[in-house]
């Protein structure tokens, strides 16, 4: 072994390089520009998102608020449709229970006018008759006109020739 065999040889028995160390360095810190060359840009765009994602859960936050106020305004004016609705079903349950009373009522009159129908039939079959036996005098009184017509021809001259011999 030579001199400068010995001075690399550690104590522990190892061999270490001269400038070894340099070397690492040198390295380590172009590693580490690489790194930052990554991680700072990295680190930026993660800061923005992070503010980005901030502002927009603060306007969705802002955006619930206005949406819990308009529902619960809308659910106050829809709490008091409801009563109206309420009153006015009410009202409807109450209509329909005086039509039902009503109904009852027609239905009762109408059970007593059956048998004023039965009444009224038989008077339409009378006047049914009536009507038959005008209509029979009808064609017998214009059968006896048509025969007072047919003697008067008959009859008038004869009578107007026998007139003019007669004295009065």
């Known amino acids: 072994m030579t001199s400068t065999d010995k001075k690399q040889q ?25 790194w930052e060359l990554i991680i700072y840009p990295s680190m930026f765009a993660f800061v923005v998102l992070a503010a980005y994602g901030f502002f927009l859960i603060y306007r969705l936050a802002g955006d619930v608020h206005y949406l819990a106020i308009s529902v619960d305004s809308h659910m106050s004016v829809l709490s008091n449709n409801m009563q109206n609705m309420s009153e006015n079903m009410g009202q409807i349950t109450t209509n329909i229970r005086t039509m039902t009373v009503s109904l009852d009522s027609i239905e009762q009159r109408v059970a007593t006018l059956k048998p004023i129908l039965a009444s009224m039939e038989s008077m339409d079959r009378s006047i049914q008759m009536m009507n038959a036996s005008t209509r029979d005098m009808s064609l017998t009184t214009r059968n006896m006109q048509y025969d007072m017509s047919r003697l008067n021809r008959n009859i008038g001259r004869p009578m107007s020739f026998m007139n003019t011999f007669m004295p009065w």
Not at 21 to 33: C, G, K, M, V
Request: proline letters at 8%; hydrophobic letters at 25%.
């Open 10 to 34: 550690p104590q522990s028995g190892t061999t270490v390089e001269p400038g070894g160390i340099d070397r690492l360095s040198e390295a380590f810190e172009s590693s580490a520009r690489r």
